[in-house]
């Protein structure tokens, strides 16, 4: 399923929700004590020091792990080369060729493999290294949610929200200081 279509639903999905919430008697729509935020996630973390201090660790791994890969094809290049170069020798026995297309074909197995890898540790690296900042900028959302009597925050990141009512209170300044952040 593409990015877009999982945008679209979750906005269905918001949307949805949100009108459920309207419409449910008792709620506290009804008896005004509703108060609205929103927050700019993406904001937020690149506020973070955390965040650009990981992003310099996954760019560091990424990088050296391009690099391994590009070795890896300068190696299969330089296999090659040399297999043309024994093709047009007439005396080059064909167990020979066969043996260098089977070095070839198992050093591109073996790139690909890497390759695979190579993306999914970057994958769970990236977890590993933001997992701990989005749970601090998390907490520090909802405590000052709580602190000042929010009854919902929403991400306007995300491209989730449609509408941002002029009375809904953006608290990103606010989980910043929370954060003691600039």
Avoid at 74 to 99: A, C, F, G, H, R
Wanted: net charge neutral; aromatic share 6%; proline share 2%.
């Amino acid at each position: 399923m593409s990015s877009l279509k999982f945008n679209e639903m979750k906005k269905v999905i918001v949307i949805l929700l949100f009108t459920g919430l309207l419409l449910m008697p008792g709620n506290n729509f009804a008896q005004g004590t509703v108060k609205l935020g929103h927050i700019n996630s993406s904001a937020l973390f690149a506020a973070m020091p955390e965040s650009d201090s990981a992003q310099k660790t996954l760019e560091k791994e990424r990088e050296a792990m391009r690099k391994t890969l590009e070795e890896l094809q300068v190696e299969l290049n330089k296999k090659y080369e040399d297999y043309l170069k024994l093709t047009q020798d007439k005396t080059t026995s064909q167990l020979i060729l066969t043996t260098k297309e089977e070095e070839m074909n198992t050093l591109q197995q073996r790139m690909q493999n890497f390759q695979q890898n190579a993306e999914q540790t970057l994958s769970t690296r990236s977890t590993e290294l933001f997992k701990p900042i989005q749970e601090k900028a998390i907490k520090a959302v909802n405590t000052v949610a709580a602190e000042n009597g929010f009854t919902y925050i929403f991400d306007t990141a995300g491209g989730a929200v449609v509408y941002t009512s002029p009375d809904s209170q953006d608290i990103l300044a606010l989980v910043k200081t929370k954060l003691g952040l600039k």
